[in-house]
């Protein structure tokens, strides 16, 4: 099996999860968040909304440049908005991921503030950690956000607290 198959199903089944609870997001209640540090619960959705960009950004990119990009904070203004955020970014990386060849996959990627090189990764244990794992991540502070404003949180490897 290529590593593009293994990441394509890896990716097609978080982005199911990641689906049931981005549809939980009230954006009634876009602008609540935690802690004065904290991300609102509708940028974090959208954030997360955002996150498959990275399996694209990684394979067309020999590196990441803190230096040289700026990170937008924009938030979804409506539940349709943020499922179509998550859409629109999730299917370029899996068109991407099924073009990538595992010498592709193999190559170095590296993040960087200008010429400081902060690491070095392939490209396949960035996707991992950049985009999936960052993905899931997200995903478990959004799970928090939920519970705190008393809605039912979906699971995600098997049945929640609200589920039983």
């Given at each position: 099996?290529?590593l593009?198959?293994a990441?394509?199903?890896e990716?097609?089944?978080?982005s ?6 981005l ?21 974090l959705?959208?954030h ?13 990119s ?31 990386a899996?068109?991407?991921l ?7 996959m193999?190559?170095?990627w ?23 794992n ?31």
């Amino acid at each position: 099996m290529a590593l593009k198959d293994a990441f394509i199903a890896e990716l097609k089944h978080e982005s199911a999860l990641t689906k049931k609870i981005l549809e939980r997001v009230p954006f009634d209640k876009k602008d609540w968040k935690p802690h004065e540090k904290s991300m609102t619960i509708g940028r974090l959705a959208t954030h997360i909304a955002q996150t498959p960009h990275w399996v694209s950004d990684i394979l067309h990119s020999p590196d990441f440049d803190f230096a040289g990009r700026s990170f937008p904070s924009n938030t979804a203004a409506s539940l349709e908005e943020l499922l179509y955020i998550f859409q629109e970014k999730l299917d370029p990386a899996i068109a991407d991921l099924e073009k990538a060849s595992d010498e592709l996959m193999n190559q170095s990627w590296t993040v960087r503030v200008g010429d400081k090189v902060m690491y070095q990764l392939v490209k396949k244990v960035a996707i991992r950690g950049w985009a999936f794992n960052h993905l899931i991540h997200h995903r478990g502070q959004l799970s928090v956000y939920l519970r705190l404003l008393d809605i039912p949180v979906p699971g995600m490897y098997g049945p929640s607290a609200d589920e039983r």
